[in-house]
């Protein structure tokens, strides 16, 4: 089947929520992860969505503006796949495209709560252990971060938040930092 990969589209939505609902439960709004994107907007250029020649959803991804140590970040999440199509490499190619457009836009650092198994080959990191804190309630292993430049996480120990400033909208110029 041919896939196409396009940046998220309005029309998308109707399609995009049943397929959460359907990977990742009803229950996944109440999620830690949730309350950093709460009156958020997603970083549309980096919101991707897998679709069939006739544009049926196969895939969704979103990333969000959040600050790690008072500075901007990227927070990845939620990636859903349709289940009837995982482990065929849908998941891996949005990554792909998303991690590229995130370098061409200047993104340093990339946190996620997912799978070790799945994002360690991807070159993500342990959190913890690179002495970041999640506000909420995670699972050690599964918060971890990916520096998109060569060293983004030097100097970065502290608290992931959920961004200040307007929604959508990265601090320019130390705004909202510090
Ligand atoms: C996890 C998920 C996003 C992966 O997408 P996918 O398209 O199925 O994965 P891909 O085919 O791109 O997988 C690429 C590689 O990761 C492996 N992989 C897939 N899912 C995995 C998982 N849950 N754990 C470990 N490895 C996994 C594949 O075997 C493949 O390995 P290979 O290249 O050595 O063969 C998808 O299965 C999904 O939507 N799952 C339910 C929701 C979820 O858990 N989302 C992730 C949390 S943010």
Redesign the pocket.
């Known amino acids: 089947m041919q896939i196409q990969i396009l940046q998220e589209r309005p029309q998308d939505h109707a399609q995009i929520e049943p397929l959460l609902d359907l990977?990742?439960g009803a229950e996944r709004h109440k999620r830690t992860t949730y309350r950093l994107r709460e009156g958020v907007a997603p970083l549309a250029e980096l919101c991707l969505v897998a679709l069939d020649p006739e544009e049926a959803l196969l895939a969704s991804l979103r990333f969000w503006p959040i600050l790690v140590a008072s500075a901007p970040a990227i927070l990845l999440?939620?990636?859903?796949?349709d289940p009837r199509l995982?482990?065929?490499?849908?998941?891996?190619?949005l990554l792909r495209h998303a991690f590229a457009e995130a370098r061409r836009l200047d993104h340093g650092l990339c946190v996620?709560v997912?799978?070790p198994?799945?994002y360690g080959p991807l070159g993500f990191r342990s959190a913890v252990a690179a002495g970041l804190v999640m506000p909420g309630p995670v699972e050690p292993a599964r918060f971890q971060v990916l520096e998109l430049t060569p060293g983004a996480l030097e100097g970065r120990r502290g608290v992931v938040e959920r961004l200040p400033a307007a929604p959508g909208r990265l601090p320019v110029s130390g705004e909202g930092a510090a």
Do not use: E, K, N
Not at 77 to 81: Q, Y
Not at 86 to 93: A, T
């Open positions: 990977t990742f999440g939620p990636l859903a796949v995982q482990g065929q490499g849908i998941g891996r190619s996620v997912g799978d198994a799945y």
